[in-house]
Each structure stands twice: as structure tokens, then as C-alpha cells.
């Protein structure tokens, strides 16, 4: 296996955009380029794309050489998309470092995009429904809201967690995102603000949960090797791990315990060869409030049923125990599904090289996980970046 | 431009929601091969299959064993009682299909050893409670297809 890096990367603005899916992709294509002087569209020889719907949300399939098309990439080694819904562009990174790495591909692109905004936004709903085992639990109206809702319900059920203590991820998350550029949300949010807000499924209120977001991202991959032909700072994928259990419900022997993340964390730290005081950057799923709280935990930075008093200590900011999304994280940035690892990675990529706004900067960071759940939570992927 | 026509078309059409975004499943036996399970239900009976060579039981129910591949499976009966190990109410954000029943409860049921998501029928959310016994509802849709559902035994009971 050739180590591999990541030399550089573009992405749109996300949120709600006046623009089309095929905008978005010409959009984040042409940040990708520019920002790579060395590198042109004809030597991509790779192309993954990370779309988690789009058959859904724009009604168009065979999406992989539609961003070749719009990109202007003629790949010759692989074509293809990848899905693995709310984890789908770390699929795409995945499969371009494989591709890297294995030998067969030497400029690979892992792109990432999501248009989500419907006129009709039961329809999207309809789309994140179907995410779920659409026979035996979509069909009981259960969604990621009402899911993670139960989860936290639990949380608090078993370990006291409190619905102040979730509000302080929001808090923490929205304050990194007013210094993200690309971020759905830049405002600032209170504890108040989030307990006030409208209530989607209880638990958890409306600044619990991220949003619906349209956004697209790309990087380039090469052999570390060849990576100082592009640029003199990349970033190295340097381990990964993923675990799963299926997909239905039933598969779960507990809601507050996510095996295949603990797993996929033990994978992770041994493929890198560190430890957990390693990791100076922490771009965690977080999707809702609780998942974060939940990710303390199962990464192992506090004790089971101690997350809500890990945020509350402060201890996720910059300066604690471990920078948990300076980026501003799916809370801040929004979650445009097939882009959201791709941004991850991007942003991990600038913060090592000093380029994101000194509020949010993790000065002197080496090494940095990403990491993506999907569906209920049954699937865990991790990424491990260094410089 | 003077030789530009323009025109207005319409579709008039009524679109039904269609099967792809129906989110109940097909249950006959033209459409699957777990019709038993539906069959089951309508006679009041929640089941799913079980393996006979590994004596695993598998949920959803399966044609063939996940465990060990042996497609000697046997139904059997989950019974009609359960209780509530999680909920939530559907307030906002419910897909096509749900959007007049908001709002509405989601439940996991514990039944058999098995968790399962369900809907809970009659129930208000401030009314439930983890721990909560739940019994067995079978609802039938107008094309006379069925699913099941849990609703609250009230302590009277």
C-alpha cells in the first residue's frame, strides 16, 4: 500500500443556495482547481463521487459522469458514486485512497454534494425517511429527528444527561461556525436560544438538530510521494477504521451504546499507530446534539454517561482535552450529505496549515481525526489526517 | 423573436403516491416472499421467522438465515405484549404520507428479546412513560394491506 496524501480541495458555501445541483458541482470544481495551480482537470485519472440521494432530491441518477462532465475530468482508472447516506463523502474519500494506494490511480478526486432544499420540504423529509429500514421503521413515520430523539431520551434516562447540557454543543458549535466562511450558520447561538427553540421531536429542539443543507466540496488525492509536486503543505491519510451492524433497529442491542464506533475507534488508533492524546483536531458527527455527546464517550475522552459534563467543563473546546469541530461542525456548517466529509477533510487540511480564522485555529495541530456516522447510528467511519 | 411560438401545456394528470414513495410494504405473494408475515398479522398475530439450524430469530423476517445461511426457517409468534424502552412525538418534519397525522408517537418496543420501532396509537407523549406496557394493534390501510402497531394498556386494564 502507497501512503497517500491529500494535497489540496475547493467547496461552495453551504445553506440554503440559488443555485441548482449541477451549480453546486461546477461551484466547488472550480475552488478545487484554482486553489491547485499545478494540477489540471486532465490529470484526474480518478473520480468517486459522494452523493447520498440525488435520485431523491433532483431526480437525477448516473451522477459520477455528470461531475466528470462538469468538472471537465476524463477519468481512465475509476468512475463511480459513492453512498453511504450521511457518511457518503467519507465513502468517496475511502475509495479514492484505496484506489491511491492500491497503485492504480495516481490523481484521484473524492467529491462530494447534496442539494437538499424542495420546494416541498416533506419531500426531503420523505428522502431521509427512506435512510432508515424504509419496510420495518421508515414506515413507523421514524427519521433521524425522531431517532436521535429517542436516543437522547435514553441518555438522559440512564445517565442523567441533560437537555442543558446538549444545548451546550449547539453553543460550542455555532461559536466556531461564525468563523467559517462556508457555514450554513454564522450566527451566534445562547443555551437559551436552543431551549427556546421550536420542538422537532422531544427531546430535541430545532437547534439540536442540523439542518437541510445544499453544498458540494472536492479534494485531490495523490501518492504521498508525488504530493510536493502540488503543494509544499499536504496532509497525510496516516489510518481510517469503519465498523457496522446492519441497518434495521432491531440490530441494536441498546440505543447509548454504539459499538461499531468503539470499534471503528480501536481500528482507527492502531492503524495510525496513536493514542487518544494524539489527536489534536476532532471533527465529530454531529449531527444532533446528543450524537457528539455520545462520541465524547465512545472515543473515550470521558467516561460512559459523562459526555454532558465533558461539554459542560468546556473541556471539547480549543484548549481542553481536544479541539471537537473548530470547524463548526454539522451544528454550524449545515450537513449537505455527500459533502460533509469532504468538508471535514478540507477544513482539517486548512487548520494545518493555518489558513482558517484565529478564533477557531488549533495552533501546532498534527494529527486529526473526521469521523461520520449513518443511519441509526449503526455505522461508523473514521478518518485519521496528519501533516 | 416573431418566429418564436410560445405555448402554454398542461399535465393533467393526477398523480397517486406512488408505490416508490409508499412508505408500507407490498405483502402478497406476488411481491414477497415474507406474505406469511402479513398473513400472520391479519389474524392477529405478530410472528417472524426463526432458524431452525441455528435456532436464531431473526428480525425483520428473513428467507434466509443471516447467521448461517440455512433457509429452514419457521415462523413464530413474538405475542401480542411489549414494553416501551424509548419515544419521541413526531412535531415537526414528518414525510409525505405522515404530515396530517402530526403529531404522533414513536415508539421502540421490547418484545420477545427483540427491540423494534413502532407506532404508538392513542397516545399522548406526556402520558407515556419508559417501561410502559404496550399491546398489539393491526391496522389495515383502504387497499386492505396491514401493519402492525403498539398502542398503551392502560392500568385499568
Same mark, same amino acid.
Given at each position: 500500500?502507497?501512503?497517500?496524501?491529500? &494535497?489540496?480541495?475547493?467547496?461552495?458555501?453551504?445553506?440554503?443556495?440559488?443555485?441548482?445541483?449541477?451549480?453546486?458541482?461546477?461551484?466547488?470544481?472550480?475552488?478545487?482547481?484554482?486553489?491547485?495551480?499545478?494540477?489540471?482537470?486532465?490529470?484526474?485519472?480518478?473520480?468517486?463521487?459522494?452523493? $447520498?440521494?440525488?435520485?431523491?432530491?433532483?431526480?437525477?441518477? +448516473?451522477?459520477?459522469?455528470?461531475?466528470?462532465?462538469?468538472?471537465?475530468?476524463?477519468?481512465?482508472? &475509476?468512475? $463511480?458514486?459513492?453512498?453511504?447516506?450521511?457518511? !457518503?463523502?467519507?465513502?468517496?474519500?475511502?475509495?479514492?485512497? $484505496?484506489?491511491?494506494? !492500491?497503485?492504480?490511480?495516481?490523481?484521484?478526486?473524492?467529491?462530494?454534494?447534496?442539494?437538499?432544499?424542495?420546494?416541498?420540504?416533506?419531500?426531503?423529509?420523505?428522502?431521509?425517511?427512506?435512510?432508515?429500514?424504509?419496510?420495518?421503521?421508515?414506515?413507523?413515520?421514524?427519521?433521524?429527528?425522531?431517532?436521535?430523539?429517542?436516543?437522547?431520551?435514553? +441518555?438522559?434516562?440512564?445517565?442523567?444527561?441533560?437537555?442543558?447540557?446538549?444545548?451546550?454543543?449547539?453553543?460550542?458549535? +455555532?461559536?466556531?461556525?461564525?468563523?467559517?466562511?462556508?457555514?450554513?450558520?454564522?450566527?451566534?447561538?445562547?443555551?437559551?436560544d436552543v431551549l427556546k427553540s421550536v420542538m422537532i421531536a422531544p427531546p430535541l429542539q430545532l437547534l439540536d438538530c442540523s439542518g437541510i443543507t445544499d453544498g458540494a466540496a472536492g479534494v485531490v488525492l495523490v501518492p504521498a510521494e508525488d504530493a510536493k509536486k502540488y503543494t509544499d503543505t499536504p496532509m497525510y491519510i496516516v489510518g481510517s477504521g469503519q465498523a457496522s451492524i446492519g441497518n434495521a433497529i432491531g440490530n441494536l442491542s441498546s440505543l447509548t451504546e454504539w459499538v461499531p464506533l468503539k470499534m471503528a475507534v480501536q481500528e482507527a488508533l492502531k492503524t495510525a499507530h496513536i493514542t487518544l492524546d494524539d489527536i489534536d483536531i476532532a471533527e465529530l458527527h454531529d449531527c444532533f446534539t446528543i450524537s457528539e455527546i455520545m462520541e465524547y464517550e465512545a472515543f473515550g475522552w470521558c467516561d460512559k454517561g459523562k459526555g454532558g459534563r465533558f461539554i459542560e467543563e468546556g473541556q471539547p473546546y480549543i484548549g481542553g482535552r481536544v479541539a471537537v469541530n473548530p470547524r463548526g461542525g454539522l451544528l454550524g456548517c449545515g450537513h449537505p450529505l455527500g459533502a460533509t466529509a469532504i468538508l471535514q477533510a478540507l477544513d482539517i487540511l486548512q487548520q494545518f496549515r493555518g489558513e482558517v480564522l484565529k478564533g477557531r485555529h488549533v495552533e501546532g495541530a498534527e494529527t486529526a481525526v473526521a469521523h461520520n456516522l449513518s443511519g441509526p447510528a449503526n455505522v461508523h467511519s473514521i478518518m485519521v489526517y496528519s501533516r | 423573436m416573431s418566429e418564436v411560438e410560445f405555448g402554454k401545456i398542461?399535465?393533467?394528470?393526477?398523480?397517486?403516491?406512488?408505490?416508490?414513495?409508499?412508505?408500507?410494504?407490498?405483502?402478497?405473494v406476488k411481491n414477497?416472499?415474507?406474505?406469511?408475515?402479513?398473513?400472520?398479522?391479519?389474524?392477529?398475530?405478530?410472528?417472524?421467522?426463526?432458524?431452525?439450524?441455528?435456532?436464531?430469530?431473526?428480525?425483520?423476517?428473513?428467507?434466509?438465515?443471516?447467521?448461517?445461511?440455512?433457509?429452514?426457517?419457521?415462523?413464530?409468534?413474538?405475542?401480542?405484549?411489549?414494553?416501551?424502552?424509548?419515544?419521541?412525538?413526531?412535531?415537526?418534519?414528518?414525510?409525505?404520507?405522515?404530515?396530517?397525522?402530526?403529531?404522533?408517537?414513536?415508539?421502540? &418496543?421490547?418484545? !420477545?428479546?427483540?427491540?423494534t420501532s413502532t407506532r404508538i396509537d392513542n397516545a399522548k407523549y406526556n402520558e407515556l412513560r419508559i417501561g410502559d406496557k404496550l399491546r398489539l394493534k393491526v391496522v389495515e390501510l383502504e387497499d386492505g394491506r396491514v401493519f402492525y402497531r403498539f398502542k398503551k394498556v392502560e392500568s385499568k386494564e
Open positions: 500500500m502507497r501512503k497517500v496524501a491529500i &494535497v489540496g480541495g475547493g467547496a461552495t458555501k453551504c445553506g440554503k443556495r440559488e443555485a441548482s445541483w449541477r451549480d453546486l458541482v461546477q461551484e466547488a470544481g472550480k475552488a478545487m482547481f484554482e486553489r491547485l495551480g499545478n494540477l489540471s482537470p486532465k490529470d484526474v485519472d480518478s473520480l468517486i463521487v459522494g452523493a $447520498a440521494q440525488p435520485e431523491r432530491f433532483v431526480f437525477q441518477a +448516473h451522477v459520477a459522469p455528470m461531475v466528470a462532465e462538469c468538472l471537465g475530468v476524463t477519468p481512465r482508472k &475509476v468512475l $463511480a458514486r459513492a453512498e453511504l447516506m450521511c457518511a !457518503s463523502g467519507q465513502a468517496a474519500i475511502r475509495y479514492a485512497w $484505496a484506489c491511491v494506494a !492500491s497503485g492504480l490511480s495516481d490523481v484521484a478526486v473524492a467529491f462530494g454534494v447534496e442539494k437538499m432544499y424542495m420546494p416541498d420540504m416533506a419531500e426531503a423529509q420523505t428522502n431521509m425517511t427512506c435512510v432508515l429500514d424504509r419496510e420495518w421503521d421508515g414506515v413507523n413515520g421514524l427519521s433521524a429527528p425522531p431517532f436521535f430523539a429517542m436516543t437522547a431520551q435514553r +441518555h438522559m434516562h440512564e445517565y442523567g444527561t441533560t437537555k442543558e447540557q446538549m444545548a451546550l454543543v449547539s453553543v460550542k458549535n +455555532h461559536h466556531y461556525s461564525t468563523m467559517n466562511p462556508l457555514a450554513q450558520f454564522q450566527k451566534e447561538v445562547t443555551a437559551e | 398542461k399535465r393533467s394528470e393526477t398523480i397517486k403516491l406512488p408505490y416508490m414513495l409508499d412508505f408500507y410494504p407490498l405483502e402478497d414477497t416472499r415474507i406474505s406469511q408475515f402479513f398473513k400472520n398479522l391479519k389474524e392477529g398475530h405478530l410472528t417472524t421467522t426463526k432458524c431452525r439450524k441455528c435456532t436464531k430469530l431473526l428480525w425483520p423476517p428473513r428467507i434466509v438465515c443471516p447467521n448461517c445461511l440455512s433457509n429452514e426457517l419457521e415462523w413464530v409468534d413474538l405475542g401480542t405484549e411489549g414494553e416501551l424502552y424509548a419515544f419521541t412525538e413526531m412535531k415537526l418534519g414528518a414525510p409525505l404520507g405522515f404530515v396530517e397525522d402530526v403529531p404522533f408517537c414513536i415508539g421502540i &418496543v421490547k418484545i !420477545s428479546d427483540l427491540l
